[in-house]
């Protein structure tokens, strides 16, 4: 009888392992599938719960940063200015938290079989992509109410959005994921991360609020994809194309310092996890 031994490759190919992903992509789609199952099989409210969320967030925010506090919007009116901004960064916040934890999850799967631990993270992060596109259809209903028209152009953008937040979602998830491996306790540093980096990203407020000060905030990848969405969606700016390319950089570098980290630590996830 033959025994196959796979050992672990001594150098590492991004090229490479997009084929080994592809080869495995059934695996894929089963743990998204996996993910989404056991997310909205056993609740009350099921998918209804992806629109309830963000669209309760937008009504408080509104209430308190909207109302009393008067906090400005570039001319928007404060609900469909805040859900823009929500809704990237749920796909972002939610997609980090369930990433970082994505591989002590899956440890059962991790220690009983080869295959690229690439697709665990993965999975996670098109699970929250599904998420993002059904909480979509509130934005949409919004802008059809406050008449709103967005650019043309839009339709080109819109996915380099997405694929900058995918790469700021890899880049931290992936270097959070393996420092979680051996460190426990950075689950409980992460939800405080999360809390703090949304200050940082104008979520609730325009980014030229801060002035000159808001180039500062172009290091932060979803920065860029934020208020890009916006100018984009609704019509209401010139697409900035430099701030667009900032975000892109940022989150290239996030992505080759995350995804670099986890290659090297690959190999003693089994043992460690």
């Known amino acids: ?55 309760v967030t937008m009504v408080v925010f509104n209430v308190f940063f909207g109302k009393f506090l008067k906090t400005p919007s570039d001319g928007i009116p404060y609900p469909i200015f805040v859900y823009t901004g929500l809704l990237f960064w749920q796909f972002f916040s939610q997609s980090l938290s369930d990433v970082s934890g994505s591989l002590v999850n899956n440890k059962n799967i991790i220690t009983k079989i080869y295959f690229p631990r690439l697709i665990i993270p993965i999975s996670n992060v098109v699970t929250a992509f599904v998420d993002f596109l059904v909480a979509s259809l509130v934005l949409a209903g919004l802008i059809i109410y406050y008449h709103y028209t967005p650019h043309l152009i839009g339709l080109v953008i819109l996915p380099i959005l997405v694929i900058i937040t995918f790469l700021a979602i890899l880049g931290l998830g992936l270097l959070f994921a393996s420092v979680n491996v051996k460190y426990r306790d950075v689950k409980y540093v992460i939800p405080f991360f999360i809390q703090i980096l949304m200050f940082v990203t104008p979520v609730i407020y325009p980014a030229s609020l801060l002035g000159k000060y808001s180039k500062i905030l172009a290091l932060n990848p979803m920065t860029g994809v934020i208020s890009t969405a916006r100018a984009t969606l609704l019509g209401t700016a010139p697409i900035n194309w430099a701030l667009v390319l900032a975000s892109l950089i940022a989150a290239l570098v996030f992505f080759a310092i995350g995804y670099v980290y986890f290659k090297k630590t690959e190999k003693y996830f089994a043992d460690i996890v």
Do not use: C, H
């Open 1 to 55: 009888m033959n025994t196959l031994i796979i050992k672990p490759k001594k150098t590492f190919s991004f090229v490479g392992d997009l084929k080994e992903i592809w080869e495995y992509r059934g695996l894929l789609y089963f743990l998204t599938w996996r993910d989404l199952k056991v997310r909205y099989k056993q609740t009350a409210v099921g998918v209804a719960w992806v629109i309830f969320q963000p669209v």
